[in-house]
């Protein structure tokens, strides 16, 4: 790395600011870096910088090539790119949105019996009187039930 690409990366960390010159050569570095393919050392050197309209370079290529938006996302928020920014949310929300419809209906199909179909046009059959319950028969069971003082329907 050159000197001019060490000092970057440092006050990069550092927080540091660099002199016009350097910002200069590091970004025309980042240019070379990024047209010979290297877009992980270019993205370093635009972020040294602070040059936005590279590190917008290198977001696009995460969110068009790549496809990963979320990386995309972080760099167009530190290159300052607001519509960008909303738009990347916006999808990541519709996204969530979708997610949690579909976990909702899931965990509704789990509860709700199945539909049938044209339900709302045939008549529902009458409730019927359940089935009395057979007598007990003098065993275990029934004296459970009558030290408990459990009285069953019919007794």
Request: charged share 25%.
């Amino acid at each position: 790395m050159s000197t001019i690409g060490a000092r970057a990366s440092l006050s990069y960390g550092m927080g540091q600011n660099l002199s016009d010159t350097d910002r200069v050569a590091l970004i025309r570095k980042g240019n070379a870096l990024f047209n010979d393919g290297k877009i992980e050392e270019a993205k370093r050197c635009f972020l040294a910088a602070k040059y936005g309209d590279g590190i917008i370079r290198v977001a696009d290529h995460y969110y068009y090539d790549l496809k990963k938006p979320a990386a995309a996302l972080i760099l167009y928020r530190h290159a300052g790119y607001a519509p960008k920014v909303q738009e990347i949310c916006e999808s990541i929300a519709a996204v969530i949105r979708t997610l949690l419809a579909e976990d909702a209906s899931n965990r509704l199909e789990a509860i709700l019996p199945p539909a049938r179909e044209n339900s709302w046009q045939e008549p529902r059959p009458a409730m019927e009187e359940p089935p009395a319950p057979a007598a007990i028969p003098d065993t275990a069971a029934s004296s459970f039930l009558s030290k408990h003082k459990v009285k069953l329907a019919g007794q």
